[in-house]
């Protein structure tokens, strides 16, 4: 093996391992502000991101779905990643054939009434039949890439809310959408409009194992250390 080889491998080893401390001091951080997230559905979050737009991992808003979770908790997270800091911990809706209370059925498909998952990357906001709200680009072949056709968009919903949950159980469900309180679409749809990212979690099998995002950085460190070989 020759020197420049040696010197490569080794800046490419220090570059690696140093994007990794920085990964794990973020994922650390972001832990801290909220103890309530499940630290694997973060971890994949960021790791989704880290995949689709590295040069965001640093600076974007970030919004973070757990569909595992019932939907009379808080199952939507807004991270400032530049910051550091949780902006929102909110209630959100799901898709009426996604499930009852619990969401157990995911869909790209138009008309399914169910919810996506994957990553989106959010587009404009608009004035539209449910008020103010917000288009997404889905980035994900096969879970969630026909966001745009579906109309799969955040905004705000009278049946999301503690009194909707004190009179059936569970919020009200979408037709797809990842609808919020009405009070709070407004000020997190300003927050994260315009080129910032959604992950909507759920441990699908087929999600998992079919990801390029989930996949990717290994798949990048690997490339990255024999590219030139």
């Not at 010197?7 to 401390?21: G, R």
């Amino acid at each position: 093996m020759t020197k420049p080889i040696k010197l490569w491998m080794a800046a490419t080893a220090l570059m690696i391992s140093a994007q990794a401390s920085a990964a794990d001091s973020l994922l650390s951080e972001l832990r801290t502000a909220a103890p309530a997230l499940n630290p694997d559905v973060l971890e994949n979050a960021l790791q989704a991101l880290s995949c689709a737009a590295p040069e965001h991992l640093e600076d974007a808003r970030l919004a973070v779905i757990d569909y595992s979770l019932p939907s009379t908790s808080p199952r939507l997270w807004v991270f400032d990643l530049e910051q550091r800091a949780l902006l929102f911990k909110e209630l959100v809706a799901h898709g009426r054939a996604s499930g009852d209370k619990y969401s157990r059925h995911f869909s790209n498909t138009p008309g399914s009434h169910q919810s996506s998952i994957g990553l989106f990357r959010t587009l404009h906001a608009y004035d539209g039949r449910n008020g103010y709200s917000l288009r997404m680009q889905g980035l994900e072949p096969s879970f969630n890439h026909r966001a745009l056709d579906r109309a799969i968009v955040i905004h705000g919903a009278k049946y999301v809310s503690n009194d909707f949950i004190h009179r059936t159980g569970r919020i009200g469900r979408s037709h797809g959408c990842p609808a919020v309180a009405v009070d709070k679409a407004k000020p997190l749809i300003d927050t994260i409009k315009d080129g910032h990212y959604v992950f909507s979690w759920y441990p699908d099998p087929d999600y998992i194992a079919g990801s390029k995002l989930l996949q990717c950085p290994r798949e990048v460190a690997m490339n990255a250390a024999t590219s030139s070989f």
